[in-house]
């Protein structure tokens, strides 16, 4: 009675853990996120930022391809055991037996941490790694529940054959989740080099290797610009399948003398013409069975970096021999290494900008509604100060507080000087009438005070806009005539 309990537990529990897959599936589908579920999983159990963990988490994680092998292993060792013990009737295998899905269980559990340090750099294909990821968990929880499971019968001698048959289908479960987590985890891994790449210097001087460059050093300009930028920039984006590992297109081009050659066509760059080289017309084609990388467009600096690489080249020496120092590289080129890897477009980087847009979005109505207020304000003031507005009343006190200072007898910015009648209606330096009798409209210092604060133009530049009521009685001013009088002499008032 109590074991048949026992087993329907177990049953349900099953059919539980058979059911996650579509549960993920589902929720992935609903909430297209751009960071994938199982990166925001490890990343917030680690407490690290998705695309940004540190060093050593991917260090250890690099070397999940030798530990993941074990547990696979094992567990084939443990499912032969165990139909072979179903087969021959035998029981002296439960000891050898247990202890190997023992084994496959924990390092089944560290080849699914260290995957996940992998996996929070968020620079794999989202699909996949999800897969791979909540697969490699599942796969995990199958070897720990068909391991409890003989456990609890390891010392008893109720161990029937239903038992052994049910531990056997648990683990041809896991074998199966296996087989599909494993193929999507070959998509996912690289070549050698990508073992050490973030190994400690000790590690990677020891094998051979050259000491760990920070790619956000600063950049030598004795370098050419090839080995400083271009170089680094190819590693970044295009060894992964033009260099030794893979020859994609028969084109390497981790080398000066691979570019030179090119691939299945040759002459990739013609000097000075980046819009006639293929190796740059690739990277902005809109074919999207051609582009370079395959993946997706590169952000718009770097294919403006390879555009002015190849444009502001007259001959092969400029292409590869120019030091830094002398190219004239354009600032923001320097950095052209330093953002992290652009493949990962559809998750940070976006976000941001959506934010910046609707940021900007947000500013340009309020701009609008602060100038359509004004405006309204300014009319109706019209209509009853039209005839009234005083100018050494009304205009005059304002001009003395907040423009003066800078438009008077002392300084004339921007050349422009207004404190007295016959400077006021004359322009500056952008030559532009400031004040056209009649028309505030026209007249440019109306444009310049009814500017925002975040305008660079903003008149006064400091100390805060005017108030909507001065710029309408400034606007009422000029519309009635801008009647300035000869004698009159503005002096700074500002405090
Ligand atoms: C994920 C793999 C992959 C990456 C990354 C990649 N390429 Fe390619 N590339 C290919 C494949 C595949 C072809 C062959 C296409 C074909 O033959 O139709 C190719 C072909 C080319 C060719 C044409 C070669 C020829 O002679 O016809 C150029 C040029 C090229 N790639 C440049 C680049 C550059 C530059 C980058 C980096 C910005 C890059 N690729 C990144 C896979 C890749
Ligand atoms: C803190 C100093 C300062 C104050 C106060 C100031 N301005 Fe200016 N103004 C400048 C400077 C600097 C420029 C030149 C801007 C430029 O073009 O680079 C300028 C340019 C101008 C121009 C354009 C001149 C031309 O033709 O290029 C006008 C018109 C003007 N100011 C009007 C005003 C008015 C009206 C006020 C008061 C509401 C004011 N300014 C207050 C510094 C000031």
Same mark, same amino acid.
């Given at each position: 009675m109590k074991e048949n309990k026992r087993n329907i537990t177990i049953l349900l529990v099953l059919i539980l853990i058979g059911m996650m897959p579509s549960v993920f599936a589902g929720a992935?589908?609903?909430?297209?996120?751009?960071?994938? #579920?199982?990166?925001?999983?490890?990343?917030?159990?680690?407490?690290?930022?998705?695309?940004?963990?540190?060093?050593?988490?991917?260090?250890?994680?690099?070397?999940?391809?030798?530990? %993941?092998?074990?547990?696979?292993?094992?567990?084939?060792?443990?499912?032969? !055991?165990?139909?072979? $013990?179903i087969w021959k009737k035998r029981d002296d295998f439960r000891f050898p037996y247990c202890f190997c899905l023992g084994?496959?269980? @924990?390092?089944?559990?560290?080849?699914?941490?260290?995957g996940s340090f992998l996996a929070m750099q968020n620079d794999y294909n989202a699909d996949l790694i999800n897969r791979h990821g909540w697969g490699g968990l599942i796969f995990s929880a199958l070897v720990g529940i068909a391991f409890f499971y003989k456990l609890s019968y390891i010392r008893s001698d109720h161990e029937k054959v239903i038992h052994k048959k049910i531990s056997l289908v648990v683990m041809f479960l896991a074998l199966n989740v296996m087989s599909f987590v494993g193929h999507d985890g070959g998509s996912l891994t690289h070549g050698e080099e990508y073992l050490f790449q973030h190994a400690p210097n000790f590690i990677r001087v020891a094998t051979g290797r050259e000491?760990? =460059?920070?790619?956000?050093?600063?950049?030598?300009?004795?370098?050419?610009?090839?080995?400083?930028?271009? $170089?680094?920039?190819?590693?970044?984006?295009?060894?992964?399948?033009?260099?030794?590992?893979? !020859?994609? &297109? =028969?084109?390497?081009? /981790?080398?000066?003398?691979?570019?030179? *050659?090119? &691939?299945?066509?040759?002459?990739?760059?013609?000097? +000075?013409?980046?819009? /006639?080289? %293929?190796?740059?017309?690739? !990277?902005?084609?809109?074919?999207?069975?051609?582009?370079?990388?395959?993946?997706? !467009?590169?952000?718009?600096?770097?294919?403006?970096?390879?555009?002015?690489?190849?444009?502001?080249?007259?001959?092969d020496a400029d292409l590869f021999e120019r030091r830094i120092k002398d190219a004239n590289v354009p600032a923001q080129f320097m950095d052209i290494n330093k953002r992290k890897k652009s493949k990962a477009p559809a998750h940070a980087k976006p976000t941001e900008t959506k934010v910046e847009e $609707?940021?900007?979005?947000?500013?340009?109505?309020? =701009?609008?509604?602060?100038?359509? $207020? #004004?405006?309204?304000?300014?009319?109706?003031?019209?209509?009853?100060?039209? +005839? *009234?507005? /005083?100018?050494? =009343?009304?205009?005059?006190? @304002?001009?003395?507080?907040?423009?003066?200072?800078?438009? +008077?007898?002392?300084?004339?910015? +921007?050349?422009?000087?207004? /404190?007295?009648?016959?400077f006021a209606f004359t322009a500056g330096d952008s030559e532009e009438a400031p004040i056209v009798k009649g028309d505030p409209a026209a007249s440019y210092l109306v444009k310049l005070i009814k500017m925002t604060d975040d305008d660079d133009d903003v008149m006064p530049p400091k100390g805060g806009v005017l108030t909507a009521d001065q710029i309408a009685k400034i606007e009422a001013w000029i519309k009635a005539g801008a009647e300035f009088p000869a004698d009159a002499a503005l002096q700074d008032k500002s405090e």
């Open positions: 992935a589908a609903e909430t297209p996120e751009e960071v994938p #579920s199982f990166v925001r999983f490890v990343t917030a159990i680690f407490g690290q930022e998705p695309g940004e963990p540190h060093r050593f988490f991917i260090f250890l994680g690099r070397f999940q391809p030798l530990v %993941l092998h074990l547990p696979i292993g094992m567990l084939v060792v443990a499912f032969f !055991m165990q139909a072979f $013990a084994c496959a269980f @924990i390092f089944s559990i560290i080849a699914v941490v260290f000491p760990w =460059k920070d790619p956000n050093a600063p950049i030598d300009p004795e370098l050419t610009v090839y080995e400083g930028l271009v $170089a680094p920039f190819l590693d970044k984006n295009c060894y992964e399948c033009h260099s030794n590992a893979k !020859m994609k &297109g =028969k084109l390497r081009v /981790d080398t000066i003398e691979f570019i030179q *050659k090119g &691939g299945k066509n040759e002459g990739l760059i013609v000097h +000075g013409k980046a819009d /006639d080289s %293929l190796f740059y017309q690739l !990277m902005v084609t809109d074919d999207e069975d051609e582009i370079m990388p395959p993946e997706g !467009m590169l952000p718009q600096l770097d294919r403006d970096f390879i555009k002015w690489w190849i444009d502001t080249a007259k001959n $609707a940021k900007a979005v947000v500013e340009e109505k309020a =701009k609008e509604e602060v100038a359509k $207020a #004004s405006e309204k304000l300014a009319e109706e003031m019209l209509k009853p100060v039209a +005839g *009234k507005v /005083d100018f050494l =009343k009304d205009v005059a006190p @304002i001009f003395e507080s907040r423009c003066i200072k800078c438009h +008077g007898e002392k300084k004339q910015k +921007g050349e422009y000087r207004m /404190d007295k009648a016959e």
